[in-house]
């Protein structure tokens, strides 16, 4: 309440200083000062209630903008005349090419396969299932982060981890088995 | 524009001066565009929907001051010198 006061008092003196004008002269009394003070209390009270009804009433609508674009789809289906069920129309997909993938897929493994001179290290490597070959090769010889590995896969950071490791003891276990048949 | 000529155009909006409402309009027009921007954007819908809840607003808007505004009002007036010669005439 009083920094209200406060703030029209400073408001007022201030401009009437600047204009030099002499405060009596200006306010030709205590009425039209109260008359001022009326139409502050009011302009403050309105932007007040302006300012506040617009910003809330913006975030309440960007709530349902967002709500809207995450629950509903674009849909570029039709429904012909005289044909009750909608015809499905959809938009090629150019930016992915599956073969690639495929063909990428199949190198992990042989790259897998392929990565030590040495019989024993790439036997031993052999022996590893086709998941695991592929985690291996991606995770340290292509240095990929094992998250996003996981989301790729559709498993977690820590089963990622944990295939890995698996992996890598089934390699070291076959290299000291394959080891201990040559002694 | 001063404070008594604000309220002037509010009641004039308020009685349905389309006019009056225009100026208003334009005097927060930054504050609605600033509260239009939807994903560093300006939305044209939502400019429009704020608009509209502006004019809302403006209609429903009443004037109930708290009674202890010009109690302490007074009290200031009191305290302050340039006031006090006045007072006393």
Not at chain 1, 103 to 121: G, H, K, V
Not at chain 2, 48 to 77: G, K, M
């Amino acid at each position: 309440m009083s920094q209200l006061v406060a703030n029209f008092l400073k408001q007022h003196l201030h401009t009437d200083e600047t204009s030099s004008v002499d405060i009596v002269s200006t306010h030709m009394n205590q009425a039209n000062l109260v008359k001022d003070f009326d139409a502050y209390v009011y302009k403050v009270y309105f932007y007040g209630y302006v300012k506040k009804t617009i910003r809330y009433s913006s975030l309440r609508l960007k709530q349902r903008v967002r709500s809207l674009q995450e629950n509903e789809a674009l849909s570029l289906n039709i429904i012909d005349e005289g044909f009750h069920e909608e015809r499905i129309n959809c938009l090629a997909d150019t930016t992915s090419d599956h073969t690639e993938n495929l063909n990428q897929f199949t190198t992990y493994q042989a790259a897998c396969n392929e990565l030590s001179p040495d019989p024993m290290i790439s036997k031993a490597l052999q022996s590893l299932t086709d998941r695991q070959k592929e985690i291996l090769y991606r995770c340290i010889v292509l240095g990929e982060s094992d998250t996003r590995l996981a989301a790729e896969k559709g498993v977690t950071k820590q089963g990622i981890n944990k295939l890995k490791h698996t992996a890598l003891n089934k390699v070291r276990s076959q290299i000291v088995y394959q080891c201990k048949r040559v002694v | 524009m001063d404070d008594r000529g604000l309220i002037v155009i509010i009641k004039q909006a308020q009685g349905g001066d389309k006019i009056a409402m225009a100026k208003l309009l334009e005097i927060f027009h930054p504050l609605l565009y600033k509260n239009s921007m939807l994903g560093g954007r300006f939305d044209e819908d939502l400019y429009q929907e704020l608009s509209i809840n502006l004019i809302h607003c403006i209609n429903s808007f009443q004037f109930v001051p708290d009674s202890r505004i010009y109690q302490s009002f007074e009290q200031a007036l009191k305290l302050n010198p340039h006031f006090k010669g006045e007072q006393e005439e």
